[in-house]
């Protein structure tokens, strides 16, 4: 048993009798302190004690040299005193060696003791050493640790224990706490950083008690107030009012009936929607636009979205959009306006490194189904870019998108989409495009619910529509991530990790730029009275808003990435808020499900039909809640027939 290096068996047992002869020395009479070995000789004693020059006409020097002899053990350990150390012995061996032998046979039962298996034999020494290890603690404190070999948190490749507030280095032993502490200078708060020291020679995934070193430092690198995270870029609407009346196809090809150019009035500005609000498409019939700098580039629009809102990547100021009528069809175009961006000019909020965690952007890209690219515009025509992600709680089977709250704030819910699969940017001139997926990965908008009062109230649950081929986001992909509520102190520095849409627009990697990227971390600190969020230090940037923040061990979303912080850590809203939680029940209310399994049908209508013309309030078959169960009722499951989105 070893203790910083050192090995008590070694040397406890010479420190032992060393103590005991050196007591005995002193308070018991010898022949060569001028006694004859007898009690009575305690007056000469302290007469030599008293005496540092001489003991009975000797030096002091020429005593000590005698003393030790083995004339002088053997009178020491022949009297009384002598006597008490040899039966102190004996006990102590008693208690070493046979004791434990009767004990262990009083545990083990008479039909286990018949049989020839015994408890492997303990040696001595081990015994010995066990017991000075309880009976000289002062002997473990006289051994300094050495320093450990490279204080701090491990690395991202080494080793770890998780601890309460803090993180084991089994590379070393090195013990490392953060402590967050109150208090704020030049929007920089300070964190108290406490590294144990672990003996090189002796690692172990458990450091020693003692504070050896700690320092007051910003966080681990620097920490600043928390901003929330989105790209925004300027733009506008110009209007137009083309209507292009009934226009028939009545040869047997298809046919374009009308074309038109639509441009940007800023150079700069490049479209991206387009407003078809009373278009109306036969059957067969379809919209197809053009890119004017690329010839071979084409997009056909079969079905119009819930907003009639078309949205496309073209790379100059303009678009063609032509109307192809199909054999034997009456079609009808309407153009309200288009809405443009100015891609060159990007407002990153914030503008700085803002989320990167001491310095150094660990993202790498991915392709995590769940996870989509929201775009926002308001309604001067400006968008912005944030995350968002496809969950549910797991005591629930409705499944909605979730945000951050400040996205959504000042967006227009017609000219807002989701998109998923979103391809690499692509360097183009002198700046970075953004590229949008095809439409089948294109998702309305039909409802949302958000709040945005900062930090630990900044969150958004969106109920979102279908793309062109009828279906939702979640049955297009089947994917999703489980949400939990069981968010407490356990899960502090566990293992975290995000994807998100984060700017990333450095030349040399353009492709990266507001498309998908992975990133790990730990959580850092959770807050238990509002506002209620968790520090983490995963790496994010301008576009991350809204990202899930999942346990790498469980795949678990516990939050909703919101604000960085310049070096970490960053800030994520805790989705066991209960007005999250609320909610996401108001939007995953199906009308006309009175049992509550997310379809309507046979079963809604019989209840309903049992209980026709009862009063009551609250009662599951008062689907209008007006206090009786009436035709009223009955129209809205008969209204809502089939399965809930």
């Keep these: ?77 022949m009297g009384r005193r002598g006597r008490l150390i040899a039966l102190a012995f004996t006990l102590l061996m008693i208690h070493l060696d046979i004791l434990p ?26 015994r010995l050493a066990t017991w000075l290890t309880a009976l000289l603690p002062w002997q473990r404190v006289q051994e300094t640790p050495p320093l450990a070999p490279a204080s701090g948190l491990p690395p991202a490749w080494g080793a770890s224990a998780s601890v309460y507030g803090g993180v084991v280095n089994l590379g070393n032993g090195n013990l490392c706490l953060q402590v967050p502490l109150v208090g704020w200078a030049n929007g920089v708060s300070f964190t108290l950083v406490f590294n144990s020291q672990a003996n090189p020679s002796q690692p172990s995934p458990i450091a020693t008690k003692g504070m050896h070193s700690s320092e007051i430092s910003p966080a681990q690198c620097h920490e600043g107030i928390p901003r929330s ?8 609407y110009r209007y137009y009012d083309i209507d292009t009346g009934e226009l028939q196809n009545s040869s047997n090809e298809f046919k374009i009936l009308y074309s038109v ?13 387009i407003s078809f609000e009373g278009t109306k498409l036969d059957t067969g019939s379809f919209i197809r636009l053009r890119d004017p700098k690329r010839p071979d580039w084409y997009e056909d629009r079969h079905v119009l979205s819930r907003y009639q809102r078309a949205f496309f990547s073209v790379e100059g100021d303009g678009v063609i959009v032509e109307l192809w009528g199909a054999p034997l069809t009456t079609n009808r175009l309407k153009i309200n306006h ?83 699969q979103v391809p690499p ?32 109230n900044d969150w958004a649950v969106i109920l979102p529509g279908n793309n062109n081929e009828g279906l939702t986001p979640y049955q297009k992909y089947n994917d999703f991530r489980m949400i939990t509520t069981d968010i407490g102190e356990h899960l502090i520095w566990n293992p975290v990790h ?66 960085c912080r310049s070096g970490c850590p960053n800030i994520a809203q805790r989705l066991d808020d209960y007005d999250v939680i609320e909610a996401y029940w108001e939007l995953c209310r199906c009308p006309g499900d009175v049992n ?48 809930c989105d």
Excluded at 229 to 236: L, M, Q, S, T
Excluded at 426 to 451: K, M, S, T
Excluded at 608 to 624: I, M, R, Y
Aim: net charge negative; hydrophobic share 35%; with cysteine.
């Design 1 to 77: 048993m070893a203790f910083f290096g050192y090995d008590p068996s070694k040397r406890g047992f010479e420190s032992l009798i060393y103590a005991l002869i050196y007591v005995e020395g002193e308070n018991s009479p010898s022949d060569e302190t001028g006694g004859n070995s007898d009690e009575d000789d305690g007056t000469e004693e302290r007469g030599f004690r008293d005496d540092t020059e001489s003991a009975g006409g000797k030096s002091l020097s020429a005593w000590r040299g005698k003393r030790f002899g083995l004339r002088w053990i053997r009178t020491v350990l």
């Design 101 to 126: 032998a009767v004990a262990s046979a009083h545990l083990i039962p008479a039909s286990t003791r018949a049989k020839t298996a015994s408890l492997p034999p303990v040696p001595l020494k081990s």
């Design 229 to 236: 995270c989105k790209v925004v870029y300027p733009g506008g």
């Design 261 to 273: 150019a639509l441009f940007s009035p800023d150079p700069a500005g490049t479209p991206v929607s």
């Design 338 to 420: 288009i809405r443009w961006v100015n891609y060159n000019t990007p407002m990153f909020e914030p503008a700085d490194n803002c989320g990167i965690c001491c310095g150094r952007d660990d993202r790498i890209p991915s392709n995590a189904p769940f996870t989509g690219r929201l775009h926002l515009a308001d309604r001067n025509g400006n968008e912005w870019i944030c995350t968002a992600f496809i969950a549910r709680y797991v005591y629930n089977d409705c499944i909605r998108i979730f945000s951050a709250g400040h996205c959504l704030e000042g967006a227009v819910i017609e000219e807002s989409k989701i998109v998923f």
């Design 425 to 456: 940017s692509e360097w183009v001139g002198n700046r970075c495009w953004l590229r949008r997926p095809a439409e089948e990965h294109q998702f309305d908008i039909r409802d949302w619910r958000f709040e945005n009062n900062g930090p630990g």
């Design 498 to 563: 995000k994807f998100g849409y984060g700017a990333d627009d450095k030349p040399w990697q353009c492709e990266r730029h507001l498309t998908q990227q992975h990133a790990i971390g730990h959580i850092i600190a959770i807050s238990f009275s509002g506002p209620y969020t968790i520090d983490f230090s995963v790496d994010i940037r301008p576009g991350d808003s809204g990202a899930p923040l999942i346990l790498s061990h469980s795949f678990l979303v516990v939050g909703i990435v919101t604000h």
């Design 596 to 643: 509550g399994d997310r379809v309507v049908d046979d079963n809604d209508l019989i209840q309903v039909l049992l209980a026709f013309g009862t009063s009551c309030w609250g009662c599951p078959e008062d689907l209008n809640q007006d206090g009786i169960v009436d035709d009223a009722d009955l129209f809205i499951v008969l209204l809502n027939f089939g399965v």
